[in-house]
């Protein structure tokens, strides 16, 4: 690199002399300020395949942690109900999402939207590979209940079976004592909200449970019936629904201040 130039002078340089389009170098850089932010602003000729990969791992995780947010506010569900689901769970083509063993020990069925269809079926495309290099490894298979796994003992090596979220590691059984991958642990997820919450600068308590609530208030707003909503929330009563519409109405329980009316 010459004396006294950025690198990102160098690069935008190199760029225009290959006559890349302007969009295709304005991604290219912010790529470059990804990559070198991520490791404390080193230098790339700094670094090699290891810090590459060690960014290629954050942003995989970073991924899946949108996913699973857009399914708590798309699809109303809880933040454990996320992290359980199967891949046999996921009705791409119907546009729904069966939750298993919800709350109550009931199953239920929920929307899944349809601007998350195609992201869902990029990430399970690459979920799949996996699964198959894992089989080929031998690698032992995902967690089933105990009942469950004596029944389908080969349930656990089925791809239908496998977590959508599963963890990076193996973990041992506590019942068996063997080896099993389980889900991915819902801490990474609380702490990635916690942190969004705190750079976005918002003073009201929110939470993962927070999307949920924005799910069924805003479906209340559009004008979904409360008995879908209920449903589509798993709520055994209504009156637990019926909740969400004391902030439906703007200002305290929808009144409107007389002072705003002399104004």
Same mark, same amino acid.
Request: aromatic letters at 8%; one cysteine or more.
């Given at each position: 690199? %010459?004396?006294?130039?950025?690198?990102?002078?160098?690069?935008?340089?190199?760029?225009?002399?290959?006559?890349?389009?302007?969009?295709?170098?304005?991604?290219?850089?912010?790529?470059?300020?990804?990559?070198?932010?991520?490791?404390?602003?080193?230098? %790339?000729?700094?670094?090699?395949?290891?810090?590459?990969?060690?960014?290629?791992?954050?942003?995989?995780?970073?991924?899946?942690?949108?996913?699973?947010a857009?399914?708590? =506010?798309?699809?109303?569900?809880?933040?454990?109900?996320?992290?359980?689901?199967?891949?046999?769970?996921?009705?791409?083509?119907?546009?729904?999402?069966?939750?298993?063993?919800?709350?109550?020990?009931?199953?239920?069925?929920?929307?899944? %939207?349809?601007?998350?269809?195609?992201?869902?079926?990029?990430?399970?495309?690459?979920?799949?590979?996996?699964?198959?290099?894992?089989?080929?490894?031998?690698?032992?298979?995902?967690?089933?209940?105990?009942?469950?796994?004596?029944? =389908?003992?080969?349930?656990?090596?089925?791809?239908?079976?496998?977590?959508?979220?599963?963890?990076?590691?193996?973990?041992?059984?506590? =019942?068996?004592?063997?080896?099993?991958? #389980?889900?991915?642990?819902?801490?990474?997820?609380?702490?990635?909200?916690?942190?969004a919450?705190?750079?976005?600068?918002?003073?009201?308590?929110?939470?993962? #449970?927070?999307?949920? #609530?924005?799910?069924?208030?805003?479906?209340?707003?559009?004008?979904?019936?409360?008995?879908?909503?209920?449903?589509?929330?798993? #709520?055994?009563?209504?009156?637990?629904?019926?909740?969400?519409?004391?902030?439906?109405g703007?200002?305290?329980?929808?009144?409107?201040?007389?002072?705003?009316?002399?104004?």
């Amino acid at each position: 690199m %010459p004396e006294g130039r950025g690198l990102f002078e160098v690069a935008r340089e190199r760029m225009r002399t290959r006559h890349l389009a302007l969009r295709t170098e304005q991604a290219y850089l912010q790529w470059m300020r990804r990559y070198v932010k991520f490791h404390n602003r080193r230098h %790339p000729r700094d670094m090699g395949p290891a810090e590459v990969e060690a960014f290629l791992t954050h942003l995989a995780a970073d991924a899946k942690v949108r996913l699973i947010a857009s399914l708590l =506010y798309g699809s109303g569900l809880r933040l454990m109900e996320a992290h359980r689901l199967r891949v046999k769970d996921l009705l791409l083509e119907r546009g729904e999402i069966v939750v298993r063993d919800a709350k109550g020990g009931k199953d239920r069925v929920t929307v899944l %939207p349809e601007s998350l269809v195609a992201p869902l079926r990029e990430y399970l495309a690459k979920l799949f590979d996996r699964f198959e290099r894992q089989r080929r490894l031998r690698e032992p298979g995902v967690w089933l209940p105990t009942a469950l796994a004596r029944k =389908y003992p080969s349930a656990a090596i089925q791809w239908g079976w496998q977590w959508v979220f599963p963890a990076n590691s193996l973990c041992r059984d506590p =019942y068996t004592g063997g080896s099993i991958r #389980h889900h991915r642990h819902e801490k990474i997820v609380q702490r990635a909200v916690q942190a969004a919450v705190h750079k976005a600068g918002i003073s009201q308590p929110a939470s993962c #449970h927070t999307f949920r #609530h924005c799910f069924a208030t805003h479906l209340l707003q559009a004008g979904s019936d409360i008995r879908t909503v209920q449903e589509l929330l798993g #709520h055994a009563d209504v009156t637990t629904t019926m909740l969400y519409t004391h902030v439906m109405g703007k200002g305290a329980m929808g009144a409107r201040s007389p002072l705003d009316r002399q104004l």
